[in-house]
């Protein structure tokens, strides 16, 4: 079974400043794990992934997140946000490979809040 | 539009009445996936179908709740005797069985329980 935490549930910043928004999540087996953005009255949709191979993924809009194994972690970044990354962000996981399915266990979500 | 699609959009019923969304995948996608919703949280995992078969159900879904895939094509999602509880966005997500199957969400059926 897989959990993640996402630190914070609400993360307001002003435009052009830099932003993370912080994801942990805790597993007995190997991962892929994925950020959703759910911008306002749409649906779901995947901002980036990490399967494997490079621990640093980036977004065509400008995110990045990093994987941590260590520290189990894989937090999501931008340095400078626009007033159009008004959203909310999920961070999810799934179990990789074997019998996993690709079920996806997600987060309780951060509103990110770009003020002008 | 070649998207997942979910009808309706919106249902509002009254307690103890039975309702029944509706999932079109991606055409070429044999995943199906519901999922829920509640305000302020993350969407859960309710059941899995791989094909026709339904092949993992979370204990979430209570008696209440069935799921089918028939041709294993749409897929309906039926409430029986509703609860205010039972009040969520409904998201169903579509994959293919490749290794990472990324999933490609519809834009939900909200449910109010009245």
């Known amino acids: 079974a897989q959990s993640v935490t996402q630190l914070d549930s609400q993360v307001p910043v002003f435009e052009e400043a830099p932003v993370e928004l912080r994801c942990n999540y805790s597993?007995?087996?190997?991962?892929?794990l994925f950020w959703y953005v759910q911008y306002p009255n749409q649906g779901l949709q995947l901002l980036l992934k990490?399967?494997?191979?490079?621990?640093l993924v980036e977004s065509i809009n400008g995110f990045e997140a990093e994987f941590n194994k260590s520290q189990t972690s894989f937090h999501l970044r931008k340095p400078s946000v626009h007033i159009s990354d008004t959203a909310e962000y999920f961070c999810a996981v799934s179990g990789a490979g074997g019998t996993s399915y690709g079920k996806l266990t997600f987060g309780q979500g951060t509103i990110l809040t770009v003020h002008p | 539009d070649t998207g997942v699609s979910q009808d309706p959009r919106h249902k509002i019923t009254k307690r103890g009445q039975n309702v029944t969304f509706r999932c079109d995948p991606i055409?070429?996608?044999?995943?199906l996936y519901w999922y829920r919703q509640t305000l302020g949280q993350g969407p859960e995992f309710l059941t899995y179908f791989q094909n026709e078969a339904q092949l993992e159900k979370s204990r979430l879904l209570s008696d209440r709740f069935s799921a089918e895939r028939p041709k294993g094509s749409f897929s309906t999602l039926e409430i029986q005797r509703t609860e205010q509880g039972d009040s969520a966005m409904y998201l169903c997500?579509?994959?293919?069985?490749?290794?990472?199957?990324?999933?490609?969400f519809g834009p939900g059926t909200r449910l109010t329980v009245l």
């Open positions: 997500a579509s994959s293919l069985s490749n290794s990472y199957n990324e999933q490609f």
């Open positions: 990490y399967l494997s191979g490079s621990t």
């Open positions: 055409s070429e996608h044999n995943r």
């Open positions: 597993s007995s087996v190997s991962v892929y």
